[in-house]
């Protein structure tokens, strides 16, 4: 049997992450705090803009500047991130960086009949095979037996073989036999799985790491044969390449035009939005109405900023104005999603030695970047001091908590001070009405708190039971009673 050589080429980055571990070889079937309010997110009553129209309109420019401040603090805190993501990965993430690991995929044939009376057959033994996946670093002159060669497994996250019928009967379960052979665990398992366990320590994880995996499994695998003993069998392999800082697929056509690629980390997706919206002028303050014109806020007098979408911004989001909340949430639940893995369908062919070199898949790593520099340590230890000192400081938080404090105090005074404004504003225009009227609230307010009924209205008593009903609990009755509702513990 034979098969023409295949070879795949496959461009990834490999990891930086110097604190993680690898798995063995199996088989298988910040502390939090309390969330401050900013000072604008304190809300004025719109009937207080009627008596200080200039008070309140300052006041909405404050909200303003503070929503423009909070977006480029936010902007500049991810130029911060991703530089000291390039000092991490020591800037190497250039093309002139990347290594190609070759990965030879094969299978090996023993003690088969067709190779009864090779030197290497044992008679009377059952015949198996073995499924082999091995690579290394092309142009890689590091000794075999030096301990700190980066093995095929070190660029790698996740390896995972599937054994399956290649004539796709399911009707007919697939026997897969386990091999009593030195090398072999015996086992019969149709998934072999292998993670690199990211929590172990670095030196632990380069004593786990591995060139090739081998799965030998007895019996033969012949193409056409309706034989159990002799029914051919496919491996559905998959490789997981590391990837550092973890790139996404842009699903939307629209938006690989705006970024002007296929691949894109998702902060950079952001940024790249954000300097679009920028360049083209599309950034305005927008009036939020009591209807919630933008989207999860409906607070009347309110303004946010938003972007207002052009036509190629319309064919991504199809809005026609956003927050940049709501295209960071649309960016990273629709609009990309993980890259694929390397998928391989893989026959066994038992009426071969060897089919070593006729499937190949190359792999475009990054060794440098899986190694932190030394001198570049101090300057990501500045910029961690920088955010943490300078932007996260319990100084700065406790300076802000403080103001807060002081600007709800201020509006909790302004508003006891509109209701007195109303009290004696009603009182003045009909004083007789007006206590009419608070005798009347009186009463019910007694009645409420010193009764298991309730007097409304003419009809006198109302019955338990039909207090008990939610449509007893208007909006306007809820509105006048339910402080008193809560204390007496009736609800």
């Given amino acids: 049997m ?41 809300t004025i009553q719109p ?3 009627e008596k200080f129209p200039d008070k309140v309109e300052m006041y909405e420019q404050l909200q303003n500047r503070e929503r423009l401040l909070d977006m480029f603090i936010n902007k500049k805190l991810l130029d911060l991130q991703e530089h000291q993501q390039k000092l991490s990965t020591s800037e190497l993430t250039d093309d002139s960086h990347l290594e190609t690991l070759r990965i030879y995929i094969y299978n090996t044939s023993a003690n088969q009949p067709w190779q009864e009376g090779s030197p290497d057959y044992t008679p009377g033994a059952a015949p198996f095979w073995t499924l082999r996946i091995e690579g290394r670093l092309l142009n890689d002159n590091t000794p075999l037996d030096d301990p700190d060669r980066l093995k095929m497994s070190w660029f790698l996250s996740g390896l995972t073989i599937e054994l399956k019928p290649a ?41 786990k790491q591995f060139d090739g995996m081998d799965v030998k499994r007895g019996g033969s695998s ?63 303050i927008q009036n939020i109405d009591g209807s919630g014109s933008v989207e999860g806020q409906s607070d009347k007098g309110k303004k946010a900023v938003t972007i207002k979408s052009d036509e190629l911004l319309m064919k991504i989001f199809g809005l026609p104005s956003m927050t940049f909340p709501q295209i960071m949430e649309i960016v990273g639940n629709r609009l990309l999603k993980p890259l694929d893995p390397i998928r391989i369908s893989y026959n066994i062919n038992t009426l071969k030695n060897t089919t070593l070199g006729e499937v190949i898949v190359d792999l475009k790593v990054n060794r440098a970047m899986l190694s932190k520099k030394k001198k570049t340590e101090s300057e990501i230890e500045d910029i961690n001091n920088l955010i943490t000192e300078n932007i996260l400081s319990k100084e700065s938080i406790n300076e802000l908590v403080k103001l807060d404090e002081s600007l709800k105090l201020n509006i909790q005074l302004l508003n006891y001070s509109k209701m007195k404004y109303d009290f004696y504003k009603r009182f003045s225009d009909n004083p007789v009405e ?22 409304f209205g003419k009809d006198g008593l109302v019955s338990e039971e039909l ?12 509105r006048q009673h339910i402080n008193l509702l809560l204390n007496s513990g009736r609800i």
């Avoid at 098969?3 to 690898?22: I, L, M, V, Y």
């Avoid at 088989?27 to 604008?40: A, D, F, G, I, N």
């Avoid at 207090?467 to 809820?478: G, I, P």
């Fill in 2 to 42: 034979q098969r023409d050589r295949k070879q795949s080429t496959h461009s990834q980055a490999g990891s930086a992450d110097s604190k993680g571990s690898a798995n063995g070889l199996h088989s298988s079937s910040t502390s939090h705090r309390p969330v401050q309010l900013k000072p604008t997110d304190q």
């Fill in 47 to 49: 009937s207080l803009k």
């Fill in 167 to 207: 004539d796709g009967d399911e009707s007919r379960p697939l026997v897969i036999k386990g091999v009593d052979a030195p090398g072999s665990s015996g086992s019969s398992e149709s998934i072999i799985e292998w993670h690199d366990d990211m929590k172990l320590p670095e030196a632990e994880r380069k004593t």
């Fill in 222 to 284: 012949v193409k056409g044969s309706s034989s159990e003993d002799e029914r051919e069998i496919v491996a559905n392999i998959v490789i997981q390449p590391k990837m550092f800082p973890v790139r996404l697929q842009v699903v939307d056509p629209a938006l690989v035009e705006l970024v002007g690629t296929n691949e894109i980390t998702q902060t950079e997706c952001i940024k790249r939005i954000f300097w679009y919206a920028k360049v083209n002028q599309l950034f305005e």
């Fill in 434 to 455: 007006f206590l009419k009227q608070v005798l009347q609230k009186n009463d019910e307010y007694l009645k409420i708190l010193s009764s298991d009924s309730m007097s």
């Fill in 467 to 478: 207090v008990r009903k939610s449509d007893f609990y208007s909006d306007e009755f809820l």
